[in-house]
């Protein structure tokens, strides 16, 4: 793995933060509507040490990419104890590929570690290779593959 650039910084997101961090969510998440956003990033701050989030800052104060992380009681391969889980992780396109990304799963991990976690979860979509491939690259290995199902429902009355 290539090392980030000298002057990437990874640490835990301020308040300041948000503004940047909220343009890299929406391109992480483009489907999720603003107000929801704002709402997610309201209580993750209020809930740091539940759900931690690092970002990666250049030297200039802009953020190459954040980390969500937070504690779940559930992971597949993990069974039922408590586990640090990679939420989300996003890295700006013009700075991947040179460990910006791991840095940040790295932070995320040494927290979890130190919280007595034994295993950190995460997921991606079925059809983001990337992803998956930075997964294993990482040490993760696959656990399980979920499909999710919709029908559109004829409109009723409750009986
Ligand atoms: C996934 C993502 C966060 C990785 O960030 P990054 O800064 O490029 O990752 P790194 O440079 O630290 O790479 C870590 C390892 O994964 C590998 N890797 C990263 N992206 C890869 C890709 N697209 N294909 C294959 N391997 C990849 C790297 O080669 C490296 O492996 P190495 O240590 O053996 O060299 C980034 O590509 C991204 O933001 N993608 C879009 C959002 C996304 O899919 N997020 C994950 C799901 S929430």
Same mark, same amino acid.
């Given at each position: 793995? *290539? =090392?980030? !650039?000298?002057?990437?910084?990874?640490?835990? &997101?301020?308040?300041?933060?948000?503004?940047?961090? @909220?343009?890299?969510?929406?391109?992480?998440?483009?489907?999720? /509507?603003?107000? +929801?956003?704002? *709402?997610?990033? &309201?209580?993750? #701050?209020? +809930? $740091?040490?539940?759900?931690?989030?690092?970002?990666?800052? +250049?030297?200039?104060?802009?953020?190459?990419?954040? #980390?969500?992380?937070?504690?779940? %009681?559930?992971?597949?391969?993990?069974?039922?104890? %408590?586990?640090?889980? @990679?939420?989300?992780?996003?890295?700006?396109?013009? #700075?991947?590929? !040179?460990?910006?990304?791991?840095?940040?799963? *790295? &932070?995320?991990?040494?927290?979890? $570690?130190?919280?007595?976690?034994?295993?950190?979860?995460? +997921?991606?979509?079925?059809? %983001?290779?990337?992803?998956?491939? &930075?997964?294993?690259?990482?040490?993760?290995?696959?656990?399980?593959?979920?499909?999710?199902?919709? =029908?559109? @429902? *004829? /409109?009723?009355?409750?009986?």
């Amino acid at each position: 793995m *290539k =090392k980030p !650039r000298g002057s990437i910084v990874v640490r835990r &997101a301020h308040r300041t933060d948000v503004p940047q961090w @909220l343009s890299m969510r929406r391109a992480l998440w483009p489907d999720c /509507p603003l107000r +929801d956003h704002r *709402k997610e990033i &309201a209580g993750i #701050l209020a +809930d $740091a040490r539940y759900q931690p989030v690092w970002v990666a800052e +250049d030297a200039d104060g802009e953020l190459a990419g954040f #980390l969500e992380a937070s504690v779940r %009681n559930y992971a597949d391969g993990a069974g039922r104890e %408590n586990v640090g889980y @990679l939420e989300g992780c996003y890295v700006r396109p013009r #700075l991947r590929k !040179r460990g910006i990304g791991h840095e940040l799963v *790295k &932070a995320a991990e040494r927290w979890a $570690a130190q919280r007595g976690f034994r295993h950190m979860g995460s +997921d991606t979509w079925i059809g %983001n290779k990337g992803s998956h491939c &930075a997964h294993l690259a990482m040490g993760y290995r696959e656990a399980g593959r979920d499909i999710h199902y919709v =029908k559109r @429902l *004829k /409109p009723g009355r409750e009986p």
